[in-house]
């Protein structure tokens, strides 16, 4: 996990100091990303195939095969070194998809059931702290020397892999390999498709993280315009990790929390309604609406504070706590899939996310450049607003995020007797 978000930071600064252009840095962070789109899918049909402990021990190996390769050609200093960086970039990036579904699928494989809740907490904490560290430690790594990085990486892979072998705690999945791959990824499209918490909370993060991250194209278009030093624009991006590490740890004790609001919102009739409404008590309770509320509610703070660089670092700070909340919440759903299908699910629910997330800066930075800061912000802040009032008060959407909530007619009737 340390070697991927290290990478994220060496991939462009070993592209730029090879090449001193722009464009071809650019290149190679599209080589390392775009095997998203496209290996998602069959990578969760191969690790329901073959079992997520086996494919991640490969991929991981894989991957230190690559760095190693790396780290020699930049000692060696190959003179075609752009061209080998570009694949490599590519291949390792492909790779980089495998580990992360397997690893998603290997928790519930290797954790008995009743701790499952507790294992993705650790984990999705692990991963925000991992977040955090790992762009300053790839920087570190490559001023100490432009190979130094990719051979750290190359140790890393290396002895993940090693451990996984020795592990092996996934077991072979269950579906006969004769089934056509395309007949696979069908189903677990369809098993997505039937669930409606799934589906739900599929489309819904896909919105936010598309809405997050053209949030994150304004404040670092506006910000940098404005004379924000490049430390200060690190910091405050760095406030999304530090919440979605606090929201990860305080997961496991979500209901204690829901039963806490839920004393204090009973002081008032018109307090109860609005916490159930949004998905804090009662049978409202739902972590990604809650998700969505503080998404639209921080969003419209910076709209309402004129930009202010305090507000930016609070509203990711929010955002990034109830993301960490939901993320554990959608794991937990995900590790009671059936255990020969829980990969292809992790892939297309992925690839729903990720695709935003490549799509939310290109739409941002097109708006920004021909409406300007202000409107750009405005038409995200009415977007996410308008998104969290969807799920909240459209029956399907609310029924399946919140499956305890009543129907319309039940629900006017309990607005009534309060």
Not at 380 to 390: K, Q
Request: one cysteine or more; aromatic letters at 8%; a positive charge.
């Amino acid at each position: 996990m340390l070697g991927t978000r290290t990478l994220g930071v060496t991939y462009p600064l070993l592209a730029f100091a090879v090449t001193k252009s722009p464009a071809w840095t650019g290149w190679v962070v599209f080589a390392s990303t775009v095997p998203g789109l496209l290996c998602y899918l069959p990578a969760g049909t191969l690790i329901d195939r073959l079992g997520p402990g086996r494919v991640m021990a490969c991929s991981e190996a894989a991957r230190g095969l690559l760095m190693g390769a790396l780290t020699a050609a930049l000692i060696c200093d190959v003179p075609e070194i752009r061209g080998l960086l570009l694949a490599i970039a590519f291949v390792e990036g492909g790779l980089a998809v495998l580990s992360s579904v397997a690893e998603t699928a290997l928790i519930p494989a290797a954790t008995r059931r009743d701790d499952i809740p507790t294992a993705l907490a650790a984990h999705e904490t692990t991963a925000h702290a991992v977040v955090l560290a790992g762009r300053p430690v790839g920087g570190i790594l490559f001023g100490l020397g432009a190979y130094m990085s990719f051979f750290a990486n190359a140790v890393v892979f290396m002895c993940s892999a090693a451990l996984l072998w020795r592990l092996n705690p996934g077991q072979p999945a269950r579906t006969p390999h004769r089934e056509p791959v395309l007949h696979q990824i069908r189903e677990g499209i369809q098993e997505v498709w039937r669930n409606p918490f799934l589906l739900s909370a599929t489309i819904l993060t896909a919105v936010i993280n598309l809405i997050v991250q053209s949030l994150i194209v304004v404040f670092i278009s506006y910000q940098t315009s404005s004379g924000l030093g490049a430390a200060a624009v690190g910091g405050i991006l760095a406030a999304s990790g530090v919440g979605g590490a606090a929201g990860a740890f305080i997961s496991p004790k979500r209901k204690k929390i829901s039963r806490k609001i839920d004393g204090w919102a009973r002081r008032w009739n018109w307090t109860d309604r609005l916490a159930e409404l949004v998905g804090l008590t009662h049978r409202g309770r739902s972590t990604l609406l809650v998700h969505a509320w503080v998404c639209s509610g921080a969003i419209a703070v910076i709209f309402m504070t004129g930009f202010a660089p305090s507000a930016f670092a609070l509203a990711l700070l929010m955002i990034g706590v109830a993301g960490g909340l939901s993320n554990v919440t959608i794991r937990t759903l995900l590790s009671r899939v059936p255990a020969d299908k829980v990969a292809r699910v992790v892939s297309v629910s992925r690839l729903g996310s990720y695709s935003t997330v490549a799509l939310g800066p290109v739409l941002a930075s097109l708006l920004y450049e021909s409406a300007g800061p202000r409107a750009t912000l405005g038409t995200v802040t009415v977007s996410m607003v308008v998104v969290a009032l969807v799920m909240t008060l459209v029956p399907t959407f609310r029924k399946s995020l919140s499956p305890r909530w009543p129907s319309g007619r039940l629900w006017k009737a309990r607005l009534a007797s309060r």
